[in-house]
């Protein structure tokens, strides 16, 4: 943080007594983004999502979960266009408006935020059933929209610019990339343009260790595609992953279906996937983009190459390691899907629902529980994925894992 400056009329204790005010605000702010961080892990995780499956069970030759693997990683598919749907139930109480309140209050702490943000807006996508219309021609074009009742938001890449355009509001995002064509068109802030499932399926592998189970089990037909089904489980109990079902074309290798079913059994967590899709090449109009007149046009800073990732610009597939990058003191306690990932806000713990008051002060009572342990006390907030534990001196605990396996985690330190 640069040093305060101060002028003849400012004396050196009023600017000590500011920038204690400033962390204060800072530490107060952290105490109520953890809830929306759980939502937002939940949202990278709907970013390993592709496809929805149609019926039928075609005859196609055997092959094994290894040779399944190979042939998604040789696919070459870099053109397509077509739509997907997206279902998601996280067992989140019912939000109400509050979702966007939360999505807004987290940007308000920052740098003042706007509706076309695409690292805030495809938040949404954490809940309820959405449809999506997708398009790619190579690493440098990328388009996502997201239909919404009466207007629609997009994600544009094209270049070295990335566009977020929300048409509600008719505000526009827009951000450079340093290096066109580098990392796939990633956008703003570690928030991946879902460019193709193929990029999707792939972080979910790179969950696969010797925690997981591989196998190949019968086929399956997705949007008219005859595709083989790969389901991916964790060996040992304590995980919310029940299992991962991936749908792969037959013939390119691209990743056509993705299903989470979670350990406590019910439906889905995730039900995502294409209901149409095309391989020929999208017209070069589908990526251009010009804000509209009278839009507001909010200006990102340039994304350097290689920023998306700590080493080599790409996500860990890993969403409790992706929720802590770029924090000081971030450790991981465990091995694989059992991994727990914990940090110290450097704030105050989790205020009680009382003490905020209001909707937000129900919905932090509706999502949190709480815990006791040999680190005192705190609040397990839960979905049917992933939980978050958050300490009373500001200590969190994040993972795919039971509140049981948090509470373990934050007992051994």
């Known amino acids: 943080m640069a040093p305060i400056e101060t002028d003849d009329s400012t004396t050196a204790a009023e600017a000590a007594e500011a920038a204690d005010l400033r962390a204060a605000r800072r530490r107060k702010a952290a105490r109520y983004v953890v809830p929306v961080a759980v939502i937002g892990v939940a949202a ?13 069970d075609p005859d196609l030759p055997k092959v094994s979960a290894q040779e399944l693997i190979e042939k998604i990683a040789a696919s070459d598919v870099e053109q397509l266009s077509g739509t997907v749907k997206i279902s998601t139930d996280l067992g989140l109480p019912d939000l109400g408006g509050l979702e966007s309140s939360l999505t807004s209050g987290a940007m308000d702490s920052g740098d003042g935020g706007s509706s076309a943000d695409p690292s805030a807006k495809l938040t949404e996508l954490a809940t309820g059933t959405h449809t999506l219309r997708v398009a790619a021609d190579g690493p440098d074009k990328q388009k ?18 990335v566009w977020g355009y929300d048409s509600k509001s008719n505000e526009v995002y827009h951000s450079t990339t340093s290096d066109s064509g580098s990392d796939s068109g990633k ?23 010797d925690t997981t189970s591989v196998t190949v089990d019968g086929t399956a037909q997705v949007a008219g595609r005859d595709a083989y089904r790969l389901v991916i489980k964790p060996k040992a109990s304590g995980s919310t992953v029940g299992q991962i079902t991936v749908a792969v ?11 989470l079913t979670p350990a406590s059994g019910g439906a889905a967590v995730i039900d995502a996937g294409f209901t149409q899709v095309s391989f020929a090449k999208p017209a070069a109009s589908t990526f251009d983009f010009t804000p509209p007149k009278g839009a507001k046009v909010t200006e990102g800073e340039t994304i350097e190459k290689g920023a998306q990732g700590e080493h080599d610009g790409s996500a860990s597939g890993k969403p409790e390691e992706d929720l802590g990058k770029g924090l000081d003191g ?12 914990t940090f110290d806000t450097g704030g105050e713990g989790m205020p009680s629902g009382s003490e905020v008051g209001g909707d937000m002060g129900g919905f932090l009572d509706s999502l949190g529980d709480k815990v006791t342990g040999k680190f005192g006390s705190g609040t397990v907030f839960s979905t049917r994925l992933v939980n978050a534990l958050m300490t009373d001196d500001g200590k969190v605990y994040v993972g795919a894992v039971s509140k049981d396996a948090l509470v373990k985690a934050a007992n051994a330190g």
């Open 187 to 209: 956008a703003e802030k570690g928030q991946d343009v879902p460019a193709t499932p193929k990029d999707m399926a792939e972080e979910a592998l790179k969950a696969v260790d």
């Open 330 to 341: 971030l450790k991981v306690i465990g091995e694989g899907w059992n991994s727990v990932a």
């Open 44 to 56: 990278a995780t709907i970013g390993l999502v592709p496809a929805l499956a149609d019926s039928g």
């Open 249 to 259: 074309d037959s013939k390119t290798g691209l990743p056509l279906k993705f299903t």
């Open 144 to 161: 996502l929209s997201l239909l919404e009742s009466g207007s629609e938001y997009s994600v544009i890449h094209n270049g070295k610019d």
